[in-house]
């Protein structure tokens, strides 16, 4: 009966020492969130009253008590962070201060061990580049764009090896860029700064175009098609110089003309056939108009069934120029390139997009979209979402998204829906002479892409 008494007894002291334990930790955190709202919110516009923590705002997620996800967004926060408030935040795998006014240095943050993704972008930041940052090995996200960070990007960065995107654009960046190869990195962004030098050649920074480097004027690589100037010699040049130099300079020149003549006459042969294939089109569409009554009903039950279930002749065109809808049962897009271009981006990413109008056409409209994490690609949305057929239109794009070349624009990946239809490419921007040249001929082949899917339209 004592040794009863006694289990008993045992199991009340643990339970109470665990039931008094866990609200010291959650109070532990409180008063550090607290700390931090003192120093950074003197317009009071967090309301952080009562004990339960993991209630307050911008507190996404806890375990056991402890704060593991911080999103303060667009609050206009003030003032500067300190590092011994912060580091004392042990839990956090997401700290998020986006869209703010917070100035100062970012401050050492070696403390935040278990930190997986940081955004500390369009903020008042100053200061050099952080170089604690380096030493959180779980880091796979770091946003510090649009902030006035200055001196030169560390060659730590290599060491995060889980590194997924890199975003420090639009700052005040100098020195040259490190030689980043981490298989695991997707976005990445330098523009805006003025950083010079040569752009590493490996092979995680040739996957991204002159945009990820637009702007520093003293970059140069493959990655923005401008040579480096190699390193003169201490002694003066020799004669025979000149004259070699001289007769490259005209092969090039001469090389150059030929390629604007081809592509010229390229697309003028294009535009051609492209009218030609409006004509044939206007023409059946003419025919079909005459048998309207005698196959409506069918025609409507293949819309149907290709659209997923439902809808008219309706083309589902929006007024506004974006190309976002409301609809239910979206799907998500069909990649069409490797697996690595499946991590890059979700449809619901494309719907978040701001999109940019770039031209309208007989196909439909063609626009720049830029999604929040900054990738960029270009969208053209099909006018017509009936014709081909579903099946007939899967076996098309699943042909095209096989064209690979280096002067052809890649078709990504496409969307079907209920009378909607998207095809998603590349994004090429305007720059150089070089980049002009040979953006046209990229034109060219997207033209050539929808000459081959109306001629198909056209035979089937």
């Not at 990655?223 to 003066?236: I, W």
């Not at 829906?417 to 490419?425: H, M, N, P, S, T």
């Amino acid at each position: 009966m004592v040794c009863i008494i006694w289990r008993h007894s045992l199991l009340f002291i643990v339970l109470a020492s665990v039931l008094s334990f866990l609200p010291c930790a959650q109070s532990g955190d409180a008063e550090v969130l607290l700390s931090l709202k003192s120093a950074i919110d003197p317009l009071n516009r967090l309301r952080w009253e009562g004990n339960t923590v993991c209630q307050w705002h911008g507190v996404k997620g806890c375990i056991n008590g402890r704060v593991t996800k911080l999103v303060l967004e667009f609050l206009n926060l003030t003032g500067t962070l300190d590092q011994k408030i912060l580091n004392q935040l042990g839990q956090l795998r997401v700290l998020s201060f986006k869209e703010n006014s917070i100035s100062g240095p970012i401050p050492d943050m070696s403390g935040l061990v278990n930190l997986k993704s940081l955004y500390l972008n369009r903020n008042n930041f100053s200061g050099n580049f952080p170089a604690s940052i380096s030493s959180l090995h779980r880091l796979k996200i770091v946003v510090l764009a649009g902030n006035q960070i200055s001196g030169s990007i560390p060659d730590s960065l290599t060491k995060l090896a889980r590194l997924y995107v890199l975003y420090l654009q639009d700052n005040q960046l100098t020195g040259s860029i490190p030689p980043l190869n981490q298989t695991s990195l997707r976005f990445f962004n330098v523009s805006g700064n003025q950083l010079s030098g040569d752009i590493p050649a490996t092979a995680a920074l040739l996957r991204f175009n002159a945009s990820s480097f637009s702007g520093n004027i003293d970059l140069c690589g493959v990655q923005v098609n401008n040579q480096c100037r190699s390193p003169t010699a201490g002694g003066p040049s020799s004669a025979p110089v000149y004259p070699a130099e001289r007769k490259g300079s005209a092969s090039r020149r001469s090389k150059l003309i030929k390629i604007i003549a081809g592509t010229l006459g390229g697309f003028v042969g294009l535009v051609v056939l492209l009218l030609l294939c409006i004509c044939c089109k206007r023409k059946l569409s003419s025919k079909e108009e005459k048998s309207k009554g005698e196959v409506g009903s069918a025609e409507a039950a293949e819309a149907g069934e290709a659209s997923g279930g439902g809808g008219g002749g309706n083309t589902g065109q929006k007024e506004g120029g974006g190309f976002s809808w409301e609809g239910e049962g979206l799907g998500s897009l069909v990649f069409l390139g490797g697996g690595d271009q499946q991590m890059s981006y979700s449809m619901e990413d494309l719907l978040k997009a701001s999109a940019e109008t770039l031209g309208r056409g007989t196909m439909g409209s063609t626009y720049k979209a830029v999604m929040e994490s900054g990738y960029i690609v270009t969208v053209k949305r099909l006018k017509d979402a009936r014709y081909p057929r579903l099946d007939e239109f899967r076996r098309q794009m699943d042909l095209l998204g096989r064209l690979r070349h280096p002067n052809v624009v890649p078709l990504r990946a496409y969307f079907q829906a209920k009378e909607e239809r998207l095809l998603v490419y590349d994004y090429f921007p305007n720059g150089s002479l070089f980049t002009l040249i040979h953006g046209n001929m990229l034109i060219t082949c997207f033209l050539f892409h929808i000459i081959i899917f109306i001629m198909s339209t056209l035979v089937g």
